[in-house]
């Protein structure tokens, strides 16, 4: 679970004041610093099919204020469903709030390239980068480009190998109405039939197709066997989010998080087998 996906310069203004944040990316803030809440020891509670983990973020913790409460819960549903609901509050001071979660999924197992897998984003522009892929404030229509999943459509294309795939790392704006659970996209990988769906409440949705795994990543237990490894392009990830650099972007939908406020999002993914 990360925090906080990008911020040009790690540098905002909240209320009239200038906030200086980690710059763990470059001159950039990533994933919430160098201490990210992916880097953190949460609490954690487990029931028959669900585990919430809790974490206390204090004050200038990265240099954000104010003391974030988050919650997150991850809940197993209907047999074939993954829920994640996140809620945090903050107790002394204004602060701002990105919560994404950075699973990678892979359809055709884990010796199999993602690039056959063909997907479908319910989005019809993604926000325009500098070459720090940092968002400029610019949304461009996908239509007729390599990023128009409107329609089912390979990541790569038939005989793409590592050396020549385009990658992605870009956050498309979501169609519907923020704060509603809404379809987000669909990943279907015609070998082995799997269907992963996706729907959230959030506004955008990063895809990140693993560019800069390393193979001397190990492998979990179940996979060492196989002689498996988490290398690059290994698997995909599906992050619903709030916009990267919102807090620079007044047009962006807002992640400013005040004492008395709720910050309340869902996302959910769905794992099927597509019959013929």
């Known amino acids: 679970m990360l925090s906080s996906p990008r911020i040009r310069h790690g540098r905002f203004e909240l209320d009239a004041q200038v906030v200086q944040v980690d710059r763990n990316h470059g001159e950039h803030h990533l994933h919430g610093g160098y201490g990210g809440f992916d880097k953190q020891l949460w609490d954690s509670r487990a029931t028959a099919d ?13 240099g954000f204020p104010g003391t974030l409460h988050t919650t997150v819960t991850y809940r197993l549903t209907d047999g074939d469903g993954l829920t994640v609901d996140y809620t945090a509050v903050v107790g002394d001071a204004p602060t701002v709030v990105n919560l994404t979660q950075h699973a990678y999924f892979n359809l055709s197992g884990l010796s199999h390239p993602i690039f056959g897998t063909e997907l479908t984003v319910h989005a019809d522009s993604i926000l325009a980068t500098d070459n720090d892929s940092i968002p400029t404030g610019l949304l461009l229509p996908v239509a007729g480009t390599r990023f128009d999943f409107t329609q089912p459509r390979p990541l790569g294309t ?34 082995t039939g799997l269907e992963l769906t996706c729907a959230t409440t959030l506004p955008g949705l990063q895809l990140y197709t693993g560019a800069f795994l390393s193979s001397s990543l190990p492998p979990k237990a179940a996979h060492r066997a196989a002689g498996g490894r988490y290398g690059q392009h290994a698997g995909f990830c599906l992050e619903a989010q709030q916009l990267p650099d919102a807090p620079n972007h007044a047009h962006f939908p807002s992640t400013v998080l005040r004492p008395g406020d709720t910050y309340r999002h869902t996302t959910i993914y769905r794992v099927a087998v597509r019959r013929p």
Do not use: H, I, M
């Not at 669900?50 to 990265?62: C, E, G, I, N, Y």
């Not at 992605?168 to 809404?182: E, I, V």
């Open 50 to 62: 669900a585990v919430t983990f809790q974490l206390r973020s204090p004050a200038d913790d990265a």
């Open 158 to 191: 038939p005989g793409v190998d590592a050396a020549t795939f385009e990658s992605y790392d870009n956050c498309f704006r979501l169609r519907g109405s923020d704060g509603a659970l809404r379809p987000a996209a669909v990943a279907y990988e015609p070998t």
